[in-house]
């Protein structure tokens, strides 16, 4: 199953990075789409079908809490599983991403491999790339 994935980082360099992460990690991407702040982010959301959004907490003009507490409060994007991906270390930070339903969390740098993982973990995949049997319950398998 292919996913399209929104990557969401102030920083062109560190998208085409976690771009090439996933690529090269084999994960299996309909479409890559990207927004330079949560802000663009959600005209993106508003626009595409998007499977999974891996975001940054510190961005300019709309930060990536700010925008994980956006898409909670829109039923259609609500439910988009949402993997945080950054050089934030405040734990503070780490579990307010979590309440507001962040399924996967990872520290940069990382490997092709976490990624990977991270995001079949957050979209309920097996490691071939199909859906697990249970379903993830809101909070449940978080990868923090």
Known sequence: MSC????VDDSLSMRSVIRKIIT???FDVGAFHEAANGREALETLASTWID???TDINMP???GIELMQAMIKDELYRNIPVVVVTTEANRERIEEAARL????FLKKPFLP??????LQSALGLEKHGDYQEKDVMEGEDLDF
């Open 4 to 7: 399209n994935v929104l990557i």
């Open 24 to 26: 090269l990690s084999r």
């Open 52 to 54: 999974v959004v891996i």
């Open 61 to 63: 003009d709309m930060n």
């Open 101 to 104: 339903g962040a399924r996967g």
């Open 113 to 118: 491999e976490e990624l990977r993982r991270v």
